[in-house]
């Protein structure tokens, strides 16, 4: 169902059953397999869904339902469409990506922005926590742009923290040399999560990566809806790197489900005293692959690339060789201000609408607070100037603490 085409039968009766079930995906897949398809399964009562032991709302959004609802809702989906507000690709199609197709619960569609053909390239996924400390932030950057150099698809969740860097670490190689990523929702494709992430949204469109979710437009955040999240990150990815984690992370739920997939988990080590690092540690203990270099990602999964599409960019940043003994994170001194790692940061161009805030912004973090005050910016202005900044790569947030780079 995209843009220049109408969904079939069978289509629209998925997109109903996926809205009756409100994207229950075991209700989903228990309602066809019972029934033989989605349409089929709109066709029985309530009370045969109730036999099977749908769960009561379910089975009263399907009672009340009424063709004009149904027709209403199919209509407002193909409108965004034909809007050009996202996309939406069907588990039947031939663009669905088949990595996520071999899941034990595959989404039934996918709403999506930008080009799907990234689903289809080899990715490695980036993970991690959502307040790291500047080395791991700076090594994620690096790492994601090293790896897209090196003509991979850089998958992570749009979250804060490490996620955040591993999209931008991607974006700050060039689109004609790859630095292509992908960002996996676990909101509605149509609410930004967080806020202050729209800038990098655009960007990750606008530069030709692609976003998706398998929600419902307008499904907002919920606890439940980001280890769904999760599972695509792994899915999509044939291996899961995690740059640091606490020991509940939400990052080790995808490494556990990464695992489970039958992927390949790597995990940077760090000091023992760090908090931030104790879940690495424990996945490294677990089994996950000790890495303090890019390339050992690249040569793990190298056998598993059944294309020569993936290629070593001529062009690729430089990432200083590590002796074994070197068994922390690999990862700049802070005195260097280096933009890749082994390569001295360019000057960058600040625009002119953000030299008022960049005057303020020093080597020291401040937080937002601090910067309000001295800026007298409205604080949804001043957030996205910073992610405008976060983008040129000439800012760093760490904690909720901005610093130049």
Known sequence: MH????????????LLLWQRVN??????????????????????????????????????????????????????????????????????????????????????????????????????????????????????????????????????????GVDAQAHLGALAQPPEQSGHTVGVMGTGIDVCYPAQHQPLFTKIVAEGGCIISELLPGTTPH??????????????????????????????????????????????????????????????????????HPDQVIQELASQLVSPAIHQAATKPSFEAKTSSQTQLATFDSTLKTNSIGAVKPSIAIPKHLQPLWVHLSFEAQDLDALVTKTALATSTLLAQLMELELLGAISQVAGRYMRL
Not at 256 to 267: D, I, N, P, S, T
Not at 272 to 290: K, S, V, Y
Request: hydrophobic share 40%; proline share 4%.
């Open 3 to 14: 843009d220049e085409s109408s969904a079939t039968d069978e289509q629209q009766a998925t």
């Open 23 to 160: 994207a229950s995906l075991s209700a989903f897949y228990k309602l066809n397999k019972a029934f033989g398809s989605s349409r089929l399964a709109l066709q029985h009562s309530s009370a045969d869904w109730a036999n099977l032991g749908i769960h009561a709302s379910h089975n009263m959004r399907h009672n009340e339902a009424t063709a004009a609802q149904d027709a209403t809702f199919i209509a407002a989906i193909e409108q965004s469409i034909q809007q050009g507000q996202y996309k939406l690709v069907f588990k039947d199609d031939a663009t669905y990506p088949p990595q996520l197709a071999q899941l034990f619960d595959p989404p039934p569609l996918l709403f999506y922005r930008g080009e799907l053909t990234r689903l289809q390239q080899a990715q490695i996924a980036i993970v991690g926590s959502r307040s790291p400390t500047q080395k791991a932030q700076k090594f994620t950057f690096d790492m994601a742009q090293y790896l897209a150099a090196a003509g991979y698809i850089i998958t992570s969740g749009l979250a804060q």
């Open 223 to 292: 606890k439940h809806t980001f280890p769904r999240r999760n599972r695509l990150v792994a899915g999509l990815s044939l291996g899961t790197i995690v740059t640091e984690a606490a020991i509940k992370s939400g990052s080790l739920i995808t490494a556990r489900l990464a695992a489970e997939q039958g992927k390949q988990v790597f995990a940077l080590p760090s000091s023992i005293d760090n908090p931030n690092a104790e879940g690495c540690h424990h996945l490294i203990r677990e089994g996950a692959t000790l890495i303090y």
